[in-house]
């Protein structure tokens, strides 16, 4: 039987509550890369990760395995809770 491929790509953004400036200059970067992080160890690429001071881009693939509300979720209570202990 042929295989089945997938791949969806996902442009997502996350804002602060009331796009408050609250992710400050020299902790961009390395929310970033923790973002990066989470994306890949949920099995997604994450081919770039940007934004503000009150928002964050990520373009990233779906992997196959994890619904796309799963991985928000699991991702904004991560990145939350990492904000939370800067």
Known sequence: MAQSLSKVLLHVVFSTKNREKTIPNHLQAKLHTYLAGIFQAK?????????????????CTLPRAITQ???????KKASSIWMKQQ
Do not use: S, W
Request: charged content about 25%; hydrophobic content about 40%; cysteine-free.
């Open 69 to 75: 509300a799963k991985l928000l979720e699991e991702t």
């Open 43 to 59: 099995g997604a690429q994450a081919y770039r990760v940007g934004g503000t001071e009150d928002h964050v881009h990520i373009a």
